[in-house]
């Protein structure tokens, strides 16, 4: 076995000489080919690690593990665990652990698969997932997420009776939105339930059905969580901002030039006509555009720092700067901002 990942020396003995040590190699492969970062893949082999021992102290094989071996694992061991240290003891980390494991266990055919659902619901829903995956090429989870939710939707409509469509009507849809929207009353869930349902009835209507007044009822969630923030900071604000750039911080001095570039980038957004003299002289600008409050002078203080956050905001644009050399006081005075900076439009 050659782990991608090293866990502690006291997990790996438990492994190696557990039941589970055969599988460890497509463990670590199926980990792999999901890019999980490797603190995440040690976490993960420390989680089979208690697994294994608990499993040993159970006298538990391999092929009798299930769903509900790993239920009895979470619920009934892990509240009164007394395995010895290190054990890791993450209730979220095992059960996405375990659930990685029944995953390539079942791959290798060393447990039984979960017997595939039947009905006229699960019908639709194997073709709608066929389509997700080849025809828009959507990830494991995604699909997961969007069938659960039409799973719900269909069910809360026909029950175990055949899935015709033609029997849809606006008020199904809203009585579904609403009866899950009082389960889990969040904007999170809103978007999600929102974005399952018009995706699936995108998907009738490549199947030849009418959808247009369904779509019509499924509004999208507002999300005022920046509704509060000011469009434009007081002068005492913009003091409090500047103070807080102090030696304490792991890089002010990348932080105060960033934060002068953004406002620079604003004031020329709007075109001032005074933005060439507040670059020449540090004078202070009229108002402009979401910046109408910023002091030019403090900013004035900062032009030397400021020549490398000119040369990213030009090249991200595919401009050049109008000389090779981009701190405040090598600028020409001739120039006009409005002719290089790029267009916010």
Known sequence: MDLIASPHPTHQAWLL???????????????????????????????????????KHDDLVVPSLDERAVDRFLHNHLPSCECPSPVEREHGDLRAALGHLLTVLREQGVIAS?????????????????????????????????????????????????????????????????????????????????????AYLRYRTIC?????????????????????????????????????????????????PSYAALWIWDCAAAKSPTFNSVISTGKSAPSCSNAQSHDAKTLYRYRRPLGRHWRIMFNSSGQRPPTRRCSFGHWPHEINPSAWMPSVE
């Not at 779509?215 to 007081?234: D, E, F, Q």
């Open 17 to 55: 000489q557990s039941a589970l040590a055969p599988h460890l190699d497509a463990f670590n492969a199926h980990l792999s080919r999901g890019r999980y970062a490797a603190i995440t893949t040690t976490t993960y082999i420390s989680c089979l690690a208690h697994f294994a021992l608990w499993m």
């Open 114 to 198: 979960i017997p595939a659902p039947t009905g006229h619901i699960a019908a639709e829903l194997r073709r709608y997932d066929e389509h997700m995956c080849h025809a828009r090429g959507l990830c494991t989870g995604t699909r997961a997420g969007y069938l659960r939710l039409v799973q719900r939707f269909l069910r809360h409509k026909f029950a175990e009776r055949p899935v015709v469509f033609a029997e849809l009507t606006p008020a199904d849809v809203r009585q579904f939105i609403a009866a899950q929207m009082e389960l889990v009353d969040t904007i999170p869930n809103a978007s999600m339930l929102s974005s399952a349902l018009r």
């Open 208 to 256: 030849g059905d009418e959808v247009l007044g369904l779509l019509g009822v499924i509004s999208s969630p507002a999300n005022w969580s920046l509704a509060s923030l000011p469009r434009t900071l007081s002068p005492l604000d913009v003091d409090r901002l500047l103070d807080s750039f102090h030696a304490s911080l792991p890089s002010p001095k990348r932080a105060m």
